[in-house]
């Protein structure tokens, strides 16, 4: 990454916040230091930074609880946040990604490991889809906008909120209906870099993604395709639409 990002530590133990500060600022970008989610409240309210280190366990409010208040404020919620845990447990992973975390790393992490899993972070802002509009059982996804809408009828459409990912995947997705995609083959096409992300996250975004869509009536074009991936189809609907 020959860019410099702003990216904000968020993590009481001083000897790790250094090494990370160090490490980071070696590898060119410009750390910014918070001992608190408080304390990191307060640094966000005057700038934005690119990425998001936050350590599980803080004194006060958790980092988990953190990363949720950064998701659910229009502002910030853009904002890549890899969450520092020394927790390796599985339910403990979903309820990261759950709160919003878009990457999840145990400690002890060697520097490589966390460069590498920033790079992917900010790699995967980029937008890696066509601008291309689909359209297809109602729904449709404009990436140029940044809209997905249900049109019950051709005069009422309702605006489906999505979070980054799932925006990404649902287009995708529908630009590649009624065809079964691995796991590891939508962590290329969505994520873009796979080599750091558990196949267990996509998991984790298709559950949201359905959530989403089960507001319009619509999760069940999102298909799971047992022991083989997940499949986007509209025929149902189609025949649902000509019986009716
Ligand atoms: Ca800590």
Redesign the pocket.
């Known amino acids: 990454m020959s860019l410099s990002s702003n990216i904000l530590i968020v993590?009481?133990?001083p000897a790790?916040a250094e090494l990370l500060a160090i490490n980071l600022q070696h590898a060119g970008h410009c750390p910014i230091r918070a001992a608190s989610a408080e304390e990191a409240l307060r640094v966000i309210r005057d700038v934005l930074p690119d990425v998001l280190l936050i350590?599980?366990?803080?004194?006060g409010m958790s980092?988990v609880a953190l990363a949720r208040a950064l998701r659910a404020d229009s502002r910030t919620k853009g904002i890549p946040i890899i969450l520092l845990t020394?927790r390796g447990e599985e339910g403990d992973k979903v309820q990261g990604l759950d709160a919003g975390a878009d990457d999840y790393i145990t400690k002890p992490f060697s520097p490589k490991e966390l460069l590498a899993r920033i790079r992917a972070v900010l790699r995967r802002r980029a937008p890696q889809l066509t601008d291309e509009l689909v359209e297809m059982g109602g729904l449709s996804v404009d990436p140029s906008s940044r809209r997905a809408l249900y049109k019950k009828n051709r005069r009422d459409a309702v605006e489906i909120r999505l979070g980054p990912t799932e925006f990404k995947l649902l287009h995708y997705l529908m630009a590649h209906p009624e065809r079964v995609h691995s796991r590891g083959a939508l962590l290329d096409k969505v994520w873009g870099d796979h080599v750091f992300i558990e196949e267990r996250t996509v998991d984790v975004h298709i559950k949201r993604l359905r959530e989403a869509l089960s507001q319009v009536q619509c999760a069940d074009m999102v298909e799971t395709v047992r022991g083989a991936g997940y499949r986007f189809s509209a025929q149902n609907r189609a025949a649902q639409a000509s019986a009716a």
Not at 55 to 59: C, G, R
């Open positions: 993590e009481d133990e790790i350590d599980w366990m803080l004194p980092g020394a």
